[in-house]
Structures are given as C-alpha cells and as structure tokens.
C-alpha cells in the first residue's frame, strides 16, 4: 500500500554528517509512524529513530544514534528525513526506512513495510 524510497546514502568520512530522506509514494498513503533502521553485513537489523507521522515532539532514538540524530518529516512532500552527525566507521550499513499504519503496530514496533535501503559508508 505504500511504497518508501530512500536516498542520500553515499561515501563519508568519520566525523562527518549526512541527510537521508525517505519518500512514501502512492496515490494514497495512510502513515501512523516512520522509522530508520540500519543493517550492516554479518550484523543484526538496528533501530535507529522514528517519528509519528502526524504529531510532533515524540521521536525516538535508538541508544547508540542518541544525541547524534534528528528525525523529522514533511508532510506535504511525504518524506521524512534523517541528520546524523559525527558518523563512525562501525556506522557503515545500508539504512532502511519502513513504516507503520496503525498506532497498534507501532506500539509493538511491527514495521511490515520497508524501503530497500540506501547504503552509507563511513571511511576515512
């Protein structure tokens, strides 16, 4: 029902930052929540953050990202956006938003769907 495209993912440098967006497309969309996760090879699957679709000032951290990322959307543009700062190299891993369309799936963290990732290298 929704489709999540990410982008923005690319090569860094330890320290540096980086903006990944996330598009839901789709003639319609009904969003309850977006999320980042990040996998990296031989790793398991990472929350990163999320954010209600439509309410502000309830977005989540995953411990690690915490006090380095910001997650915000925008609705007109149905996207939503991730800034991280002083990236490492053990940050290295293809980042997938996914969704939720119902405070019921949120609440248990049941994100059934998923873009395909946009890869993030962080190497000096």
């Known amino acids: 029902q929704v489709e999540l495209l990410e982008s923005g993912g690319g090569l860094v440098q330890p320290g540096d930052s980086l903006r990944l967006s996330c598009v839901a497309s789709g003639l319609s969309t009904h969003i309850y929540a977006i999320a980042w996760f990040r996998q990296a090879p031989a790793k398991e699957r990472e929350f990163v953050a999320s954010i209600p679709w439509r309410t502000d000032g309830m977005e989540s951290y995953g411990k690690s990202v915490q006090g380095r990322a910001t997650i915000s959307r925008d609705l007109d543009k149905r996207t939503m956006i991730l800034e991280m700062n002083n990236l490492r190299t053990e940050e290295t891993a293809v980042y997938l938003c996914?969704?939720?369309?119902?405070?019921?799936?949120?609440?248990?963290?049941?994100?059934?769907?998923w873009g395909k990732g946009t890869q993030v290298t962080v190497s000096s």
């Open positions: 996914a969704e939720v369309d119902s405070f019921s799936a949120y609440s248990a963290m049941n994100y059934n769907h």
